[in-house]
């Protein structure tokens, strides 16, 4: 089965900046899409962003200018880089990973951010 480890979450100021890792247990090249997601407490799990591989990336509107993924293949790991951190933003963020369409999710632990004013 497939591991995703997640690391970089912490507390930071508003303005701030983090940047959230994802390794996984595969090679991500066999992955057609790999996403973030967060939750907030007492919220659904919404979705923030996707690398497609060899397509595009996506981003919710919430964070559209603010954060970007990215792959590192040679690392199996995949990046979210957040800057302009707002109070809104704290929440758990989790890794989603899928090879193809139809197939399994897989998902990792998450990782606490929580942005201060």
């Known amino acids: 089965q497939v591991e995703l480890v997640e690391s970089g979450g912490g507390l930071v100021q508003a303005g701030g900046s983090l940047r959230l890792s994802c390794a996984a247990s595969?090679?991500?090249?066999?992955?057609?899409?790999m996403r973030w997601y967060r939750q907030a407490p007492g919220k659904q799990r919404e979705w923030v962003a996707t690398?497609?591989?060899?397509?595009?990336?996506d981003y919710a509107d919430s964070v559209k200018g603010r954060f970007t993924i990215s792959r590192d293949y040679a690392k199996n790991t995949v990046y979210l880089q957040m800057n302009s951190l707002k109070p809104e933003d704290t929440a758990v963020y989790y890794c989603?990973?899928?090879?193809?369409?139809?197939?399994?999710?897989?998902w990792g632990q998450g990782t606490q951010v929580t942005v201060s004013s």
């Open positions: 989603n990973a899928q090879a193809a369409w139809g197939q399994d999710h897989y």
């Open positions: 690398d497609t591989k060899g397509a595009s990336t």
């Open positions: 595969r090679n991500i090249f066999n992955f057609n899409a």
